[in-house]
DNA sequence: CCTACCGATCGGTAGG
DNA sequence: CCTACCGATCGGTAGG
């Protein structure tokens, strides 16, 4: 071990791989901290380098924020879009939105907020534009569709827009924060049946009148 | 005007006139910012104040932001009791509700960020506390009450329990982020529009039994 | 990829 | 409530 530093990675590193590395640490660091709390040190800490050794990988720390989040969008849509292709009826896609995408664990809302205020304006666009084609687009499809074969309520007919309906499935996932200390997997999967739930048959009884506005036919 | 700094608000302070400006400036910029993107001088010098001087009114940063947030929560608490006092249909109150509560200028998700990282264990407690008391229980109460008229469909005939619609709603309310530049007049009202419709009807076309756990009677 | 170091800014204190 | 100032930490650079 003559590196003296820290823990490195697996073994010695390769050619690309302590960019990797840092993006990864990166990562795990930002999503739960934020932007403006994790600073270039500990990033640098926790993948054994010194803190200068970051900006022979990235221009400076904005930069590698935005890989991480570019990253992290790619995933999300990789499984978004599995579940859009599915073929099965929307009730258990959006069961499998729910599972797939990080509840709390990633904090959404802090991502969010990052975006807006921490990046200048030429990274912002190009963030908001992944997030509509990562996240908001598979989304709509799968309302799209359900619209689409008669499943769910046309605009027209009572129901709302499908990129209106994916923003406010994306509004009940992040939830309020995460309220207190991590969700339980039984808290979690009570949440999921309740988005589930609300979404397809709303919470009116039967045969109350409530919203004169209402006109399925 | 023997002051040289800033803008001395209205005219000369009184008394305890200081620290209410302190604590309306600091209201302002933590609700825009975030707890750390925003300086104790910043909000000094948008007062007229040194930054020391603000330990005179307060021991901390941390507890000045506490204050500004026990305010937020009292204000929004006020609100939402008013409207769930009054008696009309669940849907007149749902609609009411989402428009009083800031939808995303006050950054509900960032408030509840700085929460969760930026404090103390106690006044985490004491937050989290006062949280629930001004938000999450009059809307639960607007939910029960509409279970109790018969309005709404009980847990056990296929509705959710209130407290879970309430932190549903809130999450639709929070969307995900401020999306762009700020929601028009217009963009809000459909949002709202769409909120109530989900709410209350859900998306599901009649007649389609896509969701086999659904029995309402 | 490291050592050494920069200017800027932070929250907070001393002392009056 | 101000002036003066503290130690700590930040993002980033020089130079090898």
Redesign the pocket.
Known sequence: MARG?GKSPPAA?GAGE?RQDIVSAARRLFMEHGFRA?????IADDC??????L???FA???ALYEVVLMEELDTMRAGLERIAARGTNVAEQLRQVIRFLPGAEHDLAQMFHDISHELDDAARGRLQMAFEQSMVAPLTSIFAAGIRQGALRAPERGGIPPATAAYLLLGMLQGTGRRGARESTTQKEQRATAIVQVMLHGLLAPGAADDPAYHPM
Chains 1, 2 share one sequence.
């Open positions: 530093r590193a302590t994790v600073s270039t040190r500990q054994g380098l010194t803190q200068p050794a900006y022979r990988h400076d720390k904005r």
